[in-house]
């Protein structure tokens, strides 16, 4: 079991930066690769970014490649998402997930999951 604990979500205007982070504990962290997907009103899950188990390798959807960058730490068991240039339309919910194979793009190939952290961008 591994639980997820998402934060620094919030309002942000146009352009602003937000940095998100996600704490895990349980299982050892540094098995998973860790991904963070989000989720609009109206709108499915979709993702965002993922980094592999040691962070050598990183990857972006392509609506947040060169704004969004994710890191982790696994001394600290944390990621973190800067959101740099935001947009209205990065409004989300935005989760956190544990990869126990690889650094995945789909939603199902993630076993945990946090409770969220709501991103809110004004115009």
């Known amino acids: 079991q591994v639980l997820l604990v998402e934060s620094g979500g919030g309002l942000v205007q146009a352009g602003g930066s937000l940095r998100l982070s996600c704490t895990a504990s349980g299982r050892t962290f540094s098995n998973y690769a860790m991904g963070w997907f989000r989720q609009a009103p109206g709108k499915e899950r979709e993702f965002v970014a993922t980094?592999?188990?040691?962070?050598?390798?990183?990857y972006y959807a392509d609506s947040v490649k060169g704004r969004f960058t994710m890191s982790r730490d696994n001394a600290k068991n944390t990621v973190y998402l800067q959101m740099n240039t935001l947009k209205p339309e990065d409004t989300a919910v935005y989760y956190c997930?544990?990869?126990?194979?690889?650094?995945?793009?789909?939603?199902?190939?993630?076993?945990?999951w946090g409770q969220g952290t709501q991103v809110t961008v004004s115009s």
């Open positions: 980094i592999t188990t040691n962070g050598d390798s990183t």
């Open positions: 997930g544990a990869d126990p194979y690889e650094a995945g793009l789909r939603e199902d190939e993630y076993m945990y």
